[in-house]
């Protein structure tokens, strides 16, 4: 029997629900089609992780996140990556005077206070193009994982041709991708993790779920559950993805499982030499 691509999409999002996802199919949701934010999810995220804030605040958050100042698709991500890892800074008013804070968007500290969703079929309409990407991850509403999936029963080279599909959606649904961190392309036996910028030669595998590496080419369990357990994405997101190179050519990029562990590692023996002498 042929492994098909919607029994390997089924298969990656039963890993998905096994570590915490809430999962979504997404003909079945009632949505703007186009818009690529969960509407609702957000807003509500947003009042329950910034208790004290007024509406104001969160609205005029929100309005920042959909109307980025001018520039390329790069420097729209550049604009919200630092919102996700920072927050984005708002104005409101109190009393009759003016005020200023900070929106978070995510709970780095309480995984449990933000909300997971794996979401298929997510079709999204920009300027009369109409895709559907196989699988994204919102965080709070906010679509920050975009995955596609390629049969892994298919005689053609199954990662190039999803690393070219996601080129094409950057073109043709550029909007989606102001909100993104990771991009993946998987097909079973290979699996790897880049951004916006990365070339093909730049997508990475996720060889280990502890720090303990694991050579298993087919393990694609290894891949999800290393790279996408929440607690582990979420620091991801907010430690281990950065832009580099000038400001002419600025790269994105994502750390890769030997230099996550390490850096892990290494925080921890920093505590312990700072706890003794």
Not at 38 to 52: A, I, P, Q, R, W
Not at 174 to 192: E, G, H, R
Request: hydrophobic share 40%; charged share 25%; proline share 3%.
């Amino acid at each position: 029997m042929h492994f098909t691509e919607d029994m390997f999409e089924q298969a990656v999002i039963e890993l998905f629900e096994n570590m915490g996802y809430t999962h979504i199919y997404a003909p079945d949701m009632e949505r703007d089609y186009s818009s690529p934010l969960l509407d609702s999810v957000l807003m509500d995220s947003l009042v329950k992780l910034n208790k004290g804030l007024p509406l104001d605040a969160i609205t005029e958050a929100i309005n920042k996140l959909r109307n980025f100042d001018t520039g390329s698709l790069l420097q729209k991500n550049m604009q919200f990556m630092d919102y996700l890892q920072n927050g984005v800074t708002v104005k409101y008013f109190d009393k009759g005077e003016e005020r200023s804070s900070i929106v978070y968007l995510i709970d780095y500290a309480k995984v449990d206070n933000n909300t997971f969703y794996a979401v298929n079929q997510y079709t999204y309409i920009e300027n009369g193009n109409n895709r559907r990407p196989d699988i994204i991850l919102f965080i709070n509403g906010l679509p920050l994982v975009l995955m596609e999936l390629k049969s892994p029963s298919k005689e053609e080279a199954g990662i190039e041709n999803a690393y070219n599909q996601i080129r094409n959606y950057m073109q043709d649904i550029p909007s989606m991708f102001n909100y993104n961190a990771i991009c993946v392309i998987s097909d079973l036996s290979t699996n790897k993790a880049g951004t916006i910028t990365s070339g093909l030669d730049r997508f990475m595998a996720w060889k280990s779920k502890d720090g303990t590496e694991t050579m298993a080419l087919a393990d694609f369990a290894t891949f999800y559950e290393g790279m996408f357990q929440r607690e582990r994405l979420l620091d991801i997101i907010k430690n281990f993805i950065l832009f580099a190179g000038d400001s002419q050519n600025p790269i994105k990029i994502l750390a890769g499982y030997h230099q996550y562990f390490a850096v892990r590692k290494a925080i921890e023996k920093a505590k312990i030499a700072t706890a003794t002498d």
